[in-house]
């Protein structure tokens, strides 16, 4: 049994899941099968992938995937042990002691085998290894003393061990070259001399003979993979030919669903080598070569088998002089060190020694290279992930940490016995639990109900008083003899590791973390990026060490301890640094810092107060709000004495001393970055204090006036500053990349706004990831570049490395590169999907500051705007638009799973309907329909019409004269007559309900019963059929119930989800249905299930001899596989069709319904093909004459028509280029079975059969066109459907002489008609001028017109031919005119056709109507009738449902079944699939409607002669769905909205548009260019098709849900139709009259979110008594409006924080200038050149952001700044220019003045030389290299010319 468990650090582990196998389990493992139809090694990544669980036993292993499919794989030997690998699974084979000796001239067997999937085969593994010479040798892995040790994924690489001689070695595993294939295959094909194949082709002989003979343990598979091989050399002719790279089962294996895997013992013959086989005479056979030789001769099927993994040789290790026992390694891992370095690991516990070897990928990513070995003394090891280190265990029992080769120290645990760490005694002492030396850090959580819960800190090594210098420390302490010790290190996850004790029990740990700080994080990331590797390991060594200091400090201080351990590693003393010292260290002084002072008495000292005075808290305290409020003076806070006395020297030769300036460059722009996250304000100011620190002492003015703009307030007073010696500096490592100008991420911005040049932005990759994004999407949007993010971005960035050569490209970075399939138009959809790509989402966009996320809000505004529909979600998401991800997610899914389902499916009606009958008409759509007809009951009604559940009213009259028993037969009688109706019902019904269903895979389907009782009233007295009193037909219903299992099968939707055992399953029990389950079958085959159908079960049935059973699985199965030329297929429906069979074989009696359904069957199969074996064949089949044994007389003309049919499907608008066929004569033959001559010599391989006449029928030597021209007709017209050949076309012109009427009956004259119309089909014109020339004259000028009432008399013209003449080629023109706009709802071919109906309506109640027939006067009706719903397929039109209706009701007299038949086929057209499907007009769409539409009806129920009634139900491969149902994607539900559909122009138009409201039937989509989703009321949307319409095609495949979403202040159509209640309808009228009319209660209607329904109830309500604060909130009300209707909330939070900000700077109260910076890039982004070339592109786009609202806010910027430099600023600002200190009060101010007009450093200014200029002109001119404003030089230049008073007043 194996138990899958989930544990977690909070609770205890629950049993997920659990597997119980019969036999022991020797192994359980995970494993990753890849799942990809092509084995090539490239795409390796793209592959889909599937999570397994493998169960070993001996004989076999189970495979359990995680989606629930179960596999079992015998195993052909005994295995020693399976391995996971990146490919599948490995085997290793135990090689058992006696195993037959290999004798001289050949190979060992393979011991290693490889299994990709569950279904494929083992096969065995090559190895390539490098010869002596350079050359090498590629050979199967053979030697047994060769064991894996180790395996790896990635890399793909495995160790192995060698017994013999006692070394590792690694191999990297790969898949099999071709060519290596090749060589070991060549040995079986060599030949050759007996001995020659003896040597070299050992395996697959060798196997061979071992599977020969009968073992007693091979045989319960014996039979089994017998069977298989022979199946599988019939089923593959040419298998001596095949190359050997493929193997049968494998091509099968995947496309079987696993419930076969019965089948993967298939390998099991080959290589049934198990170590039971010990029989002598099996041993004898296997020795002498001859025999062998002769063994591989004689069984040619058995091909050898391909390898598909090979191993290629790296390593191994040197060989050791000592002779000390080698053992084999017992654990291996990989682990990296803490710079990514990454080991291989071994351990040989033999030597206590953990061997380590370093290995890296070469640049080129194609190979691994190894470096040297290092040996750890260790007893066990174990790696911890999560902080790259690794657990040793050494010899004397203390646990080490190591990273990679660097020793960071003990691991200390508190709880366990420790050797001692007092420094003053050496002997060690005893150590309890309770007297541990330091607490515990309580770090680790419990974990689980381990015996402990134990707490971790690493020990550090021994310090001397101030510096962190590592003493030596003796490892001779040894554990106490009392208590446990560590005895070994297992299961590592993560940080978690787990102790064995030696007295058994465990003990689970957690290792701390490096950093647990983001900033610490951060700066460390930074920091190591730089420094030189082995430097950067000793960095954070240390660090790690003070970080996890036992009884360590809480997460607070971490970053102050990192700053001091870091000063410290600079050479700073940092006690001696005033504010190092005074951080905070939460009131433990950690034993970093210098030991304790000697405490001070407890009165106190000055100094305590200077301390408080000093600390950082109180400086915090002072600038804040409120101490200003109460108008506290600040203190003076005067210097601490002894820092005044000297100053402090740096020590040059600590660790980082000579990196100072690379790391306080790259701390500047972990800076940098920081700054564009508005969540970390907190760390920034920590960091701004240690880079003030470092800029003093480094001498960096530009740095300190910098951060003094950045923070005025922290960056006030001069600091100490450490003096660094001249002497050292040259010491310090100025690094290529430092530049004297800070760089500033806002700075950068800002010049690309106003479009000056900037040079590119510094970066450390991997740290400093947004500011790149932002800099290149900056760029790109912008700057307009669209180079900027397709490549290595280097003219916008500057990558930043410790190693100065630039050669190294960046390899993260492949991640940005950016290709989009579609065109992209517009840089703001660019930058929308660049951004997705990288990963960038909404949640990292809200915690951008505002104005650096300016540019992107803006593109995303844009894109929003007008969206493509084929954008994937992550897009969709950022740009918030919820219909079109949501569309894009439900695009992922497969299909059957989509909520669409529940979206549209309707509930289960309430329980009263639930109790009556089922109508089979119960899973319709109800809510689409309901929307698609909301006006009247048309559904109902149809419902009503179409039901054959309940028993029909049977109304008769007893009148006076007649008697009770002549009465009943009466009553019979007619129900007989109404019994022809109910029988046709099911097959409208199938239209009706098309795909409506998906089944429930646990329960049969349900069908509904056909009626066939009656009710009488008035005392609803039952009449039924079966009482004996009147004749009933024998098997009168057996097709209608056929039918009804049709009709109740296509309710099942392709989408669903059915597999084999559910179409067994539904199988009846009782013989009476067993019609039903027939036509189950064939409709499983329509909606393409019944591919899932084993060919097992498809045999089962075919078996039976059931005739109905047999018809529905052959044409189910031919549809199924529509022009696949399937070879299974084709086999099978061979079987039933004699002239597919070679002549001599058995006849075998098939029934002739079989047959027709045979034929049509291959034409279905081989649809469009033109296979010319085929077409030969049914070409011959149209005229096959009868046998002379009464064989193929009954009937023949629907085989006729079923053979030319099919013909003219393989064909089919192949027209005159049949490809290899003129010799057939194919349209010359097919004109002589239509107009009749001398039969031909019957050709080919039937000529036998047909030597002698049929004894009942006399046909002479001439063709019988009765029997054969329906068909040839047909054939011809498919042939050549749509190709315009006029000279065929005028073969099937209807004949203009009488006496060439006389020779056609009239009913073909309809056939031909419509041939002809399908031929020429661009001339088909939908007006009835154009349907009355297809009359010839003759007809034309004689013929009673249709409304005509008295009959012309004549004696020379055949009137009764004349006038059905006439109105048989009417009614084939009006099918033709259907076919031609079939699915069009084509106005004028609708009026045509209507107008046609009602005249033979008129007709037949005329008097003339005896001169035509009533019956072909119906016929000709109901084949308009027919064309009708053709046209309006899926519309539900109810003109033509009154027709259907009118029709419905007309029971007695002529109408016969056949008319019932047609009348409701023509009423389920009109709602097809409940409105959701329409017909197609492609070529193969007009072959199926052509069999399903007949023109000739069947007389009566089980009436096949003419034409098999199991072909009506093929109109299904014309229908595709084309319903699209706008789904509001806030609600979910379906609703109107208004499209506009684009047609392509084509020679009868131009190119046009028409709006539609939806949900409606979309046109055929090859005739669209476009169709959008129109405003105002939802968002726009763009499906343009000619970028192709798979897209649109999958929308309509999942029952065509397109999601929408209603704009703002919207109401959708059915709430208010005309759109005169919507709320912008009522504001915009009076909208600047008074906008502040805006009341916020409005505002649920504009926006259902609900972070701004609270804004307006929080932040916009008055309450009482607010004064100036009403100020405030009409502002926010106005703010609120602004953005709900621009549709734009997600600037709401801007508009605020604008606020806020120039509120504060009116105070005066600005600590920090980030938000003044944020201010300026956005007036700068509204003015730049690229935002305002936007807007005059597009002039009726809305406003991105208030027109008024941001100049209003500059003015009172400027205001209050101007105000400030009359209030003393001037002197100020003055003073700061000449390099003078400034006056505390006006810091702040003096700092927002500086940013926000862009004042040059004083640097700068006097690099300048301005101070001598006199005039404002040469102010200008020398100010233009400085790149200020005019407006702000207005300011300036009054301080510069010397004047005092301002320019600005």
């Not at 918030?880 to 669409?900: H, I, M, T, Y």
């Not at 009656?1014 to 209608?1040: E, F, Q, Y």
């Amino acid at each position: 049994m194996v138990i899958w468990s989930k544990g977690s650090k909070s609770q205890a582990s629950a049993v997920y899941k659990a597997f119980t196998v019969d036999s022991p389990v020797l192994q359980a493992l995970w494993c990753d099968f890849i799942i990809s139809q092509d084995k090539s090694e490239k795409d390796d990544s793209s592959n889909e992938v599937e999570k397994c669980i493998c169960i070993l036993q001996s004989s076999c292993i189970n495979v359990h995937s995680m989606e629930g499919k179960d596999y079992i794989a015998s195993l052909p030997f005994q295995v020693a042990n399976v391995w996971p690998t990146k490919y599948g699974l490995l085997f290793e084979r135990s090689s058992s002691a006696h195993e037959v000796p290999p004798s001289p001239p050949r190979e060992p067997l393979p011991t290693m085998f490889s299994m990709l999937h569950p279904l494929d085969e083992i096969t065995p593994l090559v190895c390539k290894s490098g010869g002596l010479f350079g050359t090498s040798k590629v050979q199967y892995v053979a030697d047994s003393a060769m064991k894996i040790v180790f395996l790896s994924a990635d890399p793909s690489i495995i160790m192995t061990y060698d017994a013999v001689q006692g070394l590792h070695s690694l191999w990297i595993l790969r898949r099999v070259k071709p060519e290596e294939q090749n060589v070991v295959l060549k040995f079986s094909e060599q030949g050759g001399t007996p001995q020659h194949v003896a040597t070299s082709s050992s395996l697959t002989a060798h196997l061979r003979s071992f599977s020969k003979g009968d073992s007693p343990v091979a045989s319960p598979f014996q039979n089994y993979s017998s069977i298989h091989s022979q199946s599988r050399s019939t089923s593959s002719p040419s298998l001596h030919s095949r190359s050997p790279s493929i193997s049968n089962m494998a091509a099968l294996s995947r496309s079987h669903s696993p419930a076969l895997g019965v089948h993967s013992f298939s390998g099991v013959q080959r290589f049934n080598f198990s170590s039971h086989n010990q029989s002598p005479k099996r041993q004898s056979v296997s020795h002498s070569p001859n025999s062998t030789s002769n063994d591989s001769f004689l069984t040619p099927e058995m091909e050898p088998i391909v390898p598909e993994l090979c191993i290629d040789h790296l390593w191994t290790e040197t060989i050791t002089s000592t002779r000390e026992k080698s053992s084999p390694a017992s654990k291996v891992f990989i682990t990296s060190d803490l710079c990514g370095q990454k080991f291989l690991c071994f351990l040989v516990e033999s030597q206590l020694q953990l061997r380590c070897i370093k290995f890296q990928e070469s640049n080129d990513k194609t190979q691994l290279i190894f470096g040297s070995v290092t040996n750890l003394q260790a007893k066990d090891a174990a790696p911890v992930e999560k902080i790259d280190t690794m657990l040793v265990l050494e010899g004397n029992g203390n646990l080490v940490l190591y990273t990679g080769l660097v020793r960071v120290g003990k691991v200390f645990i508190p709880g366990l016995p420790v050797p001692s760490l007092s420094m003053s005694n050496t002997m060690p002492r005893p150590s309890t639990p309770l007297d541990s030396i330091s607490t515990p850090k309580p770090l680790s959580k419990p974990l689980g109900s381990l015996d402990e819960v134990v707490l971790l800190s690493p020990v550090p090594e021994l310090r001397d008083s101030s510096k962190l210098h590592d003493s030596p420390y003796i490892d001779d302490c040894t554990f106490q003899q009392l208590g446990s010790y560590i005895h070994s290190v297992r299961d590592p996850v993560h940080n978690r590791v787990t102790l064995e004790l030696s007295n058994g029990s465990m003990v689970r740990i957690t290792i701390p973390e490096i950093a647990t700080s983001e900033l610490v994080k951060k700066c460390l990331q930074a920091v190591k990026s730089i420094l030189p590797r082995e430097i950067a390991v000793q960095m954070l060594v240390k660090w790690y060490n003070v970080h996890n200091a036992p009884g360590g400090p809480s997460y607070h201080s971490e970053w102050n301890i990192f700053i001091t351990c870091l000063m410290n590693m600079m050479g700073y003393n940092t006690d001696r640094l005033a504010w190092i010292r005074n951080l905070d260290f939460e009131g433990s002084l950690s034993p970093v810092i210098a030991p304790k002072k000697a405490r001070p008495s407890d009165t106190g000292s000055d100094e305590d107060w200077e301390y408080l005075l000093n600390s950082d808290y109180h400086q915090n305290v002072e600038s804040h709000l409120l101490s200003r409020a109460l108008h506290l003076n600040p203190l003076e806070v005067s210097l601490m004495k002894e820092d005044v006395l000297h100053n402090l020297t740096l020590d040059s030769s600590t660790l980082l001393f000579t990196h100072i300036p690379a790391i306080f460059f790259v701390l500047h722009l972990v800076y940098e970055e920081l700054k564009l996250n508005s969540l970390m304000g907190e760390g920034i100011r920590s960091l701004v204090v240690l880079l003030v620190q470092l800029a003093r002492d480094l001498q960096l003015e530009p740095y300190l006036d910098y951060y003094y703009r950045d923070y005025p307030t922290l960056v006030k007073t001069p600091r100490q500053t450490c003096i660094i010696d001249q002497a050292q500096i040259g010491l310090m490592h100025h690094p290529s990349f430092f530049t004297p100008e800070p760089p500033s991420i806002y700075q950068w911005l800002s010049s690309c706004l106003k479009g000056e040049e900037a040079s590119p932005f510094p970066y450390l990759s991997g740290v400093c990831e947004r500011s790149k994004l932002i800099v290149l999407s900056v760029a790109l949007y912008i700057l307009g570049d669209e180079r900027a993010v397709s490549n290595e971005a280097s003219q916008y960035l500057s990558r930043v490395t410790s190693a100065p050569k630039k050669s190294q490209m960046d390899q993260n970075d492949n991640r940005f590169s950016f290709r989009h399939s579609t065109a992209v138009n517009s840089l703001a959809e660019k930058l929308v999907l660049w951004m997705t790509n990288v990963g960038f989402t909404l949640r990292d966009l809200e915690s951008l500051p505002f104005g650096v996320a300016l540019p992107i809000r803006d593109a995303i505004y844009h894109c929003r705007e007008q969206p493509a529909s084929d954008w994937p979600e992550a897009v969709c998401l950022l740009i918030g638009r919820q219909d079109l991800s949501k569309q894009a997610c439900e695009g992922n899914l497969p299909k059957g799973k989509s909520s669409v389902a529940q979206v549209l499916s309707s509930d289960v009606p309430s329980g009263t309907e639930a109790e009556e009958e089922d109508d089979g008409m119960n899973d319709m759509n109800q809510e689409v329909m309901s929307l698609i007809w909301s006006e009247d009951l048309r559904v109902q009604e149809v419902r009503r019409l179409l039901q054959s559940a309940h028993p029909v009213r049977v109304n008769v009259v007893q009148l006076p004269e007649v008697n009770d028993h002549e009465y009943i037969e009466e009553k019979e009688n007619r129900l007989l007559q109404l019994c022809q109706r109910t029988m046709a019902l099911p097959l409208g019904r199938g239209m009706f309900t098309l795909f409506s269903y998906h089944p429930v895979p646990t329960e049969p389907l349900p069908v509904p019963k056909l009626n066939l009782t009656g009710r009488a009233p008035p005392r609803n007295t039952t009449v039924d059929l079966n009482s004996g009193n009147i004749d009933v037909p024998p098997n009168m219903a057996c097709w209608a119930s056929f039918h009804n299992g049709v009709a109740a099968g296509l309710k099942i939707a392709p989408a669903s989800q059915i597999d084999s055992a559910w179409i067994v399953y539904n199988k009846p029990k009782n013989a009476e249905l067993a019609n039903e389950y027939a036509g189950f079958l064939m409709a499983l085959g329509l909606n393409g299930h019944l591919t899932k159908l084993a060919t097992l079960n498809i045999h089962d049935y075919l078996t039976k001899g059931h005739e109905m059973t047999s018809i529905g699985l052959l044409l189910g199965v031919s549809a199924a596989k529509l022009g696949t030329m399937d070879m299974s297929i084709t086999r099978l429906l061979s079987i039933h069709i004699p002239a597919l069979l070679p002549p001599t074989s058995t006849e075998l009696d098939v029934p002739h319904n079989v047959q027709v359904a045979a034929v049509i069957g291959i034409g279905l199969v081989y649809q469009g093909t033109a296979h010319r074996h085929t077409a030969e064949v049914l070409l011959a089949e149209i005229g096959r004459p009868p046998g002379p044994e009464m064989e193929y007389c009954t009937d023949r003309e629907s085989y006729s028509l079923a053979a030319g049919l099919a013909l003219g499907m393989v064909c089919l608008g192949h027209g005159s280029n049949l490809i290899g066929m003129s010799d057939l004569n194919v349209p010359e033959q097919l004109y002589q079975y239509m107009v009749g001559g001398h039969r031909r010599f019957q050709a080919g391989m039937h000529r036998e059969k047909h030597k002698s006449p049929s004894y009942q029928i006399k046909e002479g030597d001439t063709i019988n066109v009765d029997v054969t021209c329906p068909g040839a007709t047909l054939a011809l017209a498919m042939i050549y459907l749509k190709t315009n050949n006029r000279s065929i076309a005028d073969w099937l012109r209807a004949p203009d002489t009488m006496y060439l009427l006389d020779f056609v009956k009239p009913e073909f004259l309809l056939l031909r008609t419509l041939a002809r119309c399908l031929i020429l089909w661009d001339d088909i014109l939908p007006n009835s001028k154009w349907v009355d020339s297809n009359v010839p004259q003759i007809i034309r000028e004689n013929s009673i017109s249709l409304n005509e009432t008295e009959i012309p008399s004549s004696e020379d013209l055949n009137l009764e031919t004349l006038a059905q003449a006439h109105v048989y080629i009417i009614a084939g023109a009006c099918l033709s005119l259907g076919f031609r706009f079939a699915g069009s709802e084509n106005l004028a071919a609708f009026n045509c056709l209507y107008k046609f109906a009602k005249d033979f309506m008129k007709c037949l109640s005329a008097p003339t109507a005896s001169v035509t027939g009533h019956y072909n006067l119906e016929t000709c009706l109901s084949v308009v009738l027919l064309s009708l719903a053709m046209v309006m397929a899926g519309s539900g039109n109810l003109k033509v449902l009154q027709l259907c209706r009118f029709m419905h009701k007309k029971t007695g007299g002529e109408m016969n079944y056949g008319f019932h038949l047609a009348h409701h086929m023509a009423l389920g057209l009109l709602f097809l699939g409940g409105g959701r499907y329409s017909l197609s007009t492609s070529n193969s769409s007009i072959a199926a409607l052509l069999c399903a539409l007949y023109p000739h009806f069947p007389v009566h129920s089980t009436d096949n002669r003419y034409h098999l009634q199991a072909l009506r139900h093929l109109y299904v491969l014309a229908a595709e769905p084309r319903l699209l149902v706008p789904v509001d994607v806030d609600t979910n539900t379906p609703c109107y909205a208004l499209l506009e559909v684009t047609y392509k122009g084509t020679q009868w138009y131009e190119e046009t548009t028409e709006e539609l409201m939806a949900p409606t039937l979309l046109p055929e989509l090859h005739l669209l260019k476009q169709i959008k989703v129109k405003g105002p009321r939802y968002w726009e949307l763009l499906i343009d098709l000619s970028k192709g319409i798979h897209h649109l095609k999958a929308i309509l495949s999942k029952d065509g849900v397109l999601y929408v979403k209603l704009r703002a202040g919207q109401l959708s159509y059915k709430e208010d139709p005309m759109g005169w209640q919507s709320l912008l309808a009522q504001t915009v009228t009076h909208r600047n009259s008074e906008a502040r009319a805006f009341k916020p209660e409005a505002i649920s209607a504009f926006t259902s979110d609900p972070a701004l329904l609270s804004f307006a109830e929080y932040f916009c309500k008055p309450t009482v008594n607010l004064g100036q604060k009403q100020e405030i909130l009409d502002l926010f009300s106005s703010i609120l409006y602004e953005c709900v209707t621009q549709e734009n909330p997600e600037m709401l939070p801007a508009y605020i924080a604008i606020d806020q900000a120039v509120r504060r700077l009116e105070r005066r109260e600005m600590s920090e200038t980030f938000e003044l910076w944020q201010i300026k890039l956005v007036l700068e982004f509204f003015s730049s050149r690229s935002h305002q070339e936007r807007m005059h592109k597009i002039p009726s786009r809305g406003l991105f952001m208030n027109s008024e609202f941001l100049p209003v806010m500059k003015c009172t910027i400027d205001n209050a700044l101007d105000q400030w430099l009359q209030a003393g600023g001037d002197v100020c600002l003055h003073s700061y220019l000449s390099g003078q200190p400034t006056e505390e009060s006006h810091l702040s101010m003096l700092a927002c003045f500086l940013i926000y007009h862009s004042v040059p450093t004083p640097g700068q200014l006097s690099a300048g030389g301005l101070e001598g200029s006199m005039s404002f002109s040469e102010l200008l001119l020398k100010f233009k290299q400085l790149k200020m404003p005019v407006r702000a030089l207005l300011r300036l230049a009054p301080l510069l010319l010397g004047s005092p008073q301002s320019m600005v007043l």
